[in-house]
């Protein structure tokens, strides 16, 4: 899988079913569960990738109403996650320019089900359950670096 494919595939969501997210990212789906195993595998590791980079104190402090703001305010890490899927479902353009502008990520806006195509489309495909961990973690503070 490269990036190029990688980047293909998540502009296949469809967003005139905006709202019923489900049905956006289906055509993602079907598109990656044709794939092999190994590509379906590689797709998660390039999207933990995007998410890790994202995984910063700079983004954190600019995701809108919920942003970081010091160790005392409440802070979730599940919303910072869910934010940081904008920006890669919003494609390489805006990942890029975010990336290295932090202050121009969207403001308020979440999507979960972004980390549920590569599952999901393995799933579909093998028939088995997923359980690929991916070398890095997505997970909000996972990049200890971006954090400091």
């Given at each position: 899988?490269?990036?190029?494919?990688?980047?293909?595939?998540?502009?296949?969501?469809?967003?005139?079913?905006?709202?019923?997210?489900?049905?956006?990212?289906?055509?993602?789906?079907?598109?990656?569960?044709?794939?092999?195993?190994?590509?379906?595998?590689?797709?998660?590791?390039?999207?933990?990738?995007k998410l890790f980079a994202l995984?910063?104190?700079?983004?954190?402090?600019?995701?809108?109403?919920?942003?970081?703001?010091?160790?005392?305010?409440?802070?979730?890490?599940?919303?910072?996650?869910?934010?940081?899927?904008?920006?890669?479902?919003?494609?390489?353009?805006?990942?890029?320019?975010?990336?290295?502008?932090?202050?121009?990520?969207?403001?308020?806006?979440?999507?979960?089900?972004?980390?549920?195509?590569?599952?999901?489309?393995?799933?579909?495909?093998?028939?088995?359950?997923?359980?690929?961990?991916?070398?890095?973690?997505?997970?909000?503070?996972?990049?200890?670096?971006?954090?400091?």
């Amino acid at each position: 899988m490269t990036e190029a494919v990688f980047w293909m595939i998540i502009s296949l969501f469809d967003w005139s079913h905006e709202g019923d997210d489900e049905a956006v990212i289906e055509p993602a789906i079907v598109a990656l569960s044709q794939k092999s195993d190994n590509e379906i595998l590689q797709f998660e590791e390039i999207l933990a990738e995007k998410l890790f980079a994202l995984d910063t104190l700079a983004h954190a402090k600019q995701i809108g109403e919920e942003a970081y703001v010091n160790d005392n305010e409440y802070f979730s890490p599940d919303w910072f996650l869910y934010s940081r899927c904008v920006v890669v479902v919003n494609g390489k353009e805006l990942y890029d320019e975010v990336l290295k502008n932090p202050s121009s990520f969207p403001k308020n806006l979440e999507f979960e089900s972004l980390l549920s195509i590569g599952p999901a489309a393995y799933e579909r495909k093998t028939g088995k359950e997923y359980n690929h961990t991916t070398k890095l973690s997505y997970e909000t503070y996972s990049n200890k670096t971006g954090w400091q």
